[in-house]
């Protein structure tokens, strides 16, 4: 079967730097996303990977091993707004998107 | 403000009851979804349509029954539903159905009594 895994919860200090996995198990590959959603609010795009390597955006970057089915989200700067879930989506040879379950990220002062 | 607006935004209902939920997007986009999340659960594809006309249904119970009438415009008719169907049920929208980007809506939280 097909499946995404990523920690359940993680917690950071305001400031530091967290990076949060996420390993896949897919019927082939055509891209990884990142979504991020705060509680009671609409889950919104953060990154997409599709070639193996890091792409930055701000504060936040992504990076994709897909030989390594292997993934992670990299915030830096932990700001008080970044409290959320982060959910990572692979989307698989039939252009099905797969979702984890989710990383509820704790930030604290 | 992501350009997908669901009402209602919670919804209590019995098990006897029907209701509806409602999706509107502003984006010109061709395809919509519908989306089931439960708590520490991965989202759960429910329905999808382009241009009107649904192009998957994931083995969803009966109860559940979606309407497009437009392209702009998805509605989830529920009726006589059972307890574990309570969830957060999110509509979302792309440019297609072999989707880059999707677009969500805050979604309608749903009690089942």
């Known amino acids: 079967g097909q499946n995404i895994d990523q920690p359940t919860e993680m917690t950071a200090t305001e400031g530091a730097i967290v990076q949060i996995n996420c390993t896949y198990q897919?019927?082939?590959?055509?891209?990884l996303f990142w979504y991020q959603q705060h509680a009671g609010e609409a889950p919104t795009f953060l990154s997409y990977?599709?070639l193996d390597g890091l792409e930055e955006k701000g504060r936040f970057s992504s990076f994709l091993s897909r030989s390594k089915g292997y993934s992670y989200l990299l915030l830096k700067e932990l700001q008080m707004k970044d409290s959320a879930s982060y959910l990572c989506?692979?989307?698989?040879?039939?252009?099905?998107?797969?979702w984890g379950a989710g990383t509820k990220l704790i930030i604290k002062p | 403000e992501t350009g997908v607006t669901q009402t209602p935004r919670h919804l209590v209902m019995g098990m006897t009851n029907k209701k509806s939920l409602k999706c509107e997007q502003h984006l010109g986009h061709n395809a919509m979804y519908w989306y089931k999340q439960s708590a520490k659960k991965p989202l759960e594809l429910m329905f999808v349509y382009s241009l009107e006309e649904r192009v998957e249904n994931n083995s969803v119970p009966s109860r559940f029954s979606p309407e497009c009438p437009n392209s702009s415009h998805l509605f989830l008719h529920l009726h006589t539903l059972q307890p574990e169907d309570s969830a957060l049920y999110l509509c979302?929208?792309?440019?297609?159905?072999?989707?880059?980007?999707?677009?969500f809506g805050e979604g309608s939280r749903l009690t089942v009594l």
């Open positions: 990977n599709v």
């Open positions: 979302a929208s792309s440019q297609d159905t072999e989707p880059g980007e999707l677009f």
């Open positions: 897919t019927s082939g590959f055509n891209g």
């Open positions: 989506a692979v989307r698989d040879s039939n252009y099905q998107l797969i």
